[in-house]
């Protein structure tokens, strides 16, 4: 789960990690009261979407006036965003964070991430803050301090000194270095985090250490243990499908393409996307329903890829094991009757009871295309969509 930058610095107070001054508005005036209250001769206007580059996209503005940061306000508010995260459909602007704007010196990042790698957490700086951590990661990743952390243990001083000396953070500033990646480490491990970034965490030019962007995902597995964390939640961040996705159980992530795709398991629905590719066609969807689905399930499932209106074909990928094909195959034809489906659908089963599943398929005088293998279902979906 996401979160807005504004709510990530509420977060970030409550923990001692310091932030710039500042409030969220939803409309014109109440940016330029917040202006005014935080006082001062500049101020900051940034739109609050869930994706990076805003800045880029002009949705990061200076304002010297409080009636300038109303009037950007007023600009910014209900417009359509895009930046390099949103894609070409952008994302509506819905509230706008005011802050004091700051004369900054010097600019680092800072981040806490899990490696899956070493099955751990890693703490991230570097010197170059605002920079794109995967851009400098590929370029130049020598510019990059890791440490990696046992959980048994935590953070020990050194290690945090280690960040702190290691993106050559003026000695001045240690203590308060070492405390933010102490408090940035008890922010992830504390609520679950799947990352916590800070890019830049600046220098002020009095020597001050701030937080100026913030960014947090929270793990959804976890989300049972901080039912407070719910409250953050923006649905109108999430794709209308997607959102409807998740109330049914169902791991589902729109795509650009025109072939809709329904399989048990996220490694089949990632062989499934790269073999229709290698085919030649586009998938339109990531589509997991688990090995547990029903029939209610997979009728949810047929209904959520018809709502793309880019679908020209579906392909059913399934692997009988937890899920047997009989009973995937009763949930499919069950589905077919109460949905109407307007496009060709393939159905590769294999696994148990997979003749079965096929012999439910053939009775049901529905028009499904079988296929014996994974390539053939993807030569025959790409053959519908071409």
């Given at each position: 789960?996401?979160?807005?930058?504004?709510?990530?610095k509420?977060?970030?107070?409550?923990?001692?990690?310091p932030?710039p001054r500042?409030?969220?508005?939803?409309?014109?005036?109440?940016?330029?009261?917040?202006?005014?209250?935080?006082?001062?001769?500049?101020?900051?206007?940034?739109?609050?979407?869930?994706a990076?580059?805003?800045g880029?996209?002009?949705?990061?503005?200076?304002?010297?006036t409080?009636?300038?940061?109303?009037?950007?306000?007023?600009?910014?508010?209900?417009?359509?965003?895009?930046?390099?995260?949103?894609?070409p459909?952008?994302?509506?602007?819905?509230?706008?964070?005011?802050?004091?704007?700051?004369?900054?010196?010097?600019?680092?990042y800072v981040?806490?991430?899990?490696?899956?790698?070493?099955?751990?957490?890693?703490l991230?700086?570097?010197?170059e803050?605002?920079?794109?951590?995967?851009?400098?990661?590929?370029?130049?990743?020598?510019?990059?301090?890791?440490?990696?952390?046992?959980?048994?243990?935590?953070?020990?001083?050194?290690?945090?000194?280690?960040?702190?000396f290691?993106?050559?953070?003026?000695?001045?500033?240690?203590?308060?270095?070492?405390?933010?990646?102490?408090?940035?480490y008890?922010?992830?491990?504390?609520?679950?985090?799947?990352l916590?970034?800070?890019n830049?965490?600046?220098?002020?030019?009095?020597?001050?250490?701030?937080?100026?962007?913030?960014?947090?995902?929270?793990d959804?597995?976890?989300?049972?243990?901080?039912?407070d964390?719910?409250?953050?939640?923006?649905?109108?961040?999430?794709?209308?499908?997607?959102?409807?996705?998740?109330?049914?159980?169902?791991?589902?992530?729109?795509?650009?393409?025109?072939?809709?795709?329904?399989?048990?398991?996220?490694?089949?629905?990632?062989?499934?996307?790269?073999?229709?590719?290698?085919?030649g066609?586009?998938?339109a969807?990531?589509?997991?329903?688990?090995?547990?689905?029903?029939?209610?399930?997979?009728?949810?499932?047929?209904?959520?890829?018809?709502?793309?209106?880019?679908v020209?074909?579906?392909?059913?990928?399934i692997?009988?094991?937890?899920?047997?094909?009989?009973v995937?195959?009763?949930?499919?034809?069950?589905?077919?009757?109460k949905?109407?489906?307007?496009?060709?659908?393939?159905?590769?089963?294999?696994g148990?009871?997979?003749?079965e599943?096929?012999?439910?398929l053939?009775?049901?005088?529905?028009?499904?295309?079988?296929?014996?293998t994974m390539?053939?279902?993807?030569?025959?979906?790409?053959?519908?969509?071409?």
């Amino acid at each position: 789960m996401k979160i807005h930058e504004y709510q990530a610095k509420e977060i970030f107070s409550k923990f001692a990690i310091p932030v710039p001054r500042g409030s969220v508005a939803q409309n014109a005036e109440e940016a330029r009261k917040i202006a005014e209250e935080i006082g001062g001769s500049r101020w900051v206007v940034k739109a609050q979407i869930h994706a990076g580059g805003r800045g880029k996209g002009g949705g990061v503005r200076i304002a010297e006036t409080p009636e300038a940061v109303g009037k950007i306000a007023q600009e910014m508010l209900g417009m359509t965003l895009v930046t390099p995260q949103t894609g070409p459909q952008g994302r509506q602007v819905r509230a706008v964070l005011v802050e004091e704007a700051l004369a900054v010196k010097q600019e680092f990042y800072v981040g806490a991430a899990v490696d899956r790698a070493r099955q751990c957490p890693v703490l991230i700086a570097s010197a170059e803050g605002g920079m794109g951590i995967e851009e400098l990661a590929a370029s130049r990743p020598e510019a990059i301090v890791r440490e990696w952390i046992d959980m048994g243990i935590g953070l020990p001083a050194f290690q945090a000194r280690n960040l702190v000396f290691g993106v050559g953070m003026d000695a001045g500033l240690v203590r308060a270095g070492t405390g933010v990646f102490n408090q940035l480490y008890k922010v992830f491990e504390s609520l679950d985090c799947m990352l916590v970034e800070i890019n830049p965490l600046i220098v002020t030019e009095d020597n001050q250490l701030l937080a100026l962007d913030a960014k947090i995902d929270f793990d959804d597995n976890a989300l049972y243990r901080h039912k407070d964390l719910l409250e953050l939640d923006d649905p109108n961040e999430q794709e209308p499908l997607e959102r409807e996705a998740s109330h049914h159980r169902l791991n589902y992530i729109r795509l650009e393409g025109d072939v809709g795709i329904m399989v048990n398991g996220a490694g089949l629905a990632m062989a499934t996307m790269d073999l229709i590719k290698q085919a030649g066609a586009r998938p339109a969807n990531f589509l997991d329903v688990g090995g547990g689905a029903t029939t209610e399930m997979v009728t949810k499932g047929f209904e959520i890829i018809l709502g793309d209106e880019n679908v020209r074909g579906i392909l059913i990928n399934i692997f009988g094991g937890i899920l047997r094909c009989d009973v995937l195959a009763n949930g499919v034809v069950e589905a077919a009757k109460k949905v109407a489906i307007k496009v060709p659908v393939v159905v590769r089963l294999d696994g148990t009871n997979v003749e079965e599943g096929r012999q439910i398929l053939a009775r049901s005088d529905l028009d499904f295309i079988v296929a014996d293998t994974m390539a053939d279902a993807a030569a025959k979906v790409r053959a519908i969509v071409a």
